[in-house]
């Protein structure tokens, strides 16, 4: 891929650096709603989403935002791989760990995000 530019409908314009769009496409898949767009519905990478449908079953849970991180990353970057995985904090909370690597241009960027979670959200056994 030459040209790696992601479009926002913010003061930036069109994102060019990869480590912005590293970040902002993540800031997307963290806050939108699946169902935010009729063109799209059902369609749109979120979290919000994944959570909801597959927030029983823990291992359905990881793979399922693995699948999506590495489809939508994977629209702008040569290589993407993702590794998902999950820590108990406490009795009540644990971490959904997501580490990732994309390439562009042999330049690789990273992008390593913990998502906190109420264990009573996720009733798979641990």
């Known amino acids: ?28 898949f963290e806050r939108s709603s699946s169902k935010q767009s009729d063109l799209y519905n059902g369609n749109v990478a979120s979290y919000r989403f994944i959570k909801e449908e597959f927030g029983h079953d823990l291992e359905a849970f990881k793979e399922q935002i693995e ?27 644990y971490q959904v760990l997501i580490k990732g690597s994309m390439s562009h241009n042999n330049e690789t960027y990273y992008l390593n ?14």
């Open 1 to 28: 891929m030459l040209n790696l530019h992601l479009p926002t409908l913010d003061s930036n314009g069109l994102l060019v650096d990869p480590s912005q769009i590293v970040n902002r496409l993540f800031i997307y």
């Open 67 to 93: 699948e999506t991180l590495s489809k939508m990353y994977g629209r702008y970057f040569d290589e993407v791989n993702f590794q998902i995985t999950h820590e108990l904090v406490n009795d009540a909370l």
């Open 113 to 126: 995000r913990n998502l906190t979670i109420d264990r009573k959200q996720i009733t798979d056994n641990f």
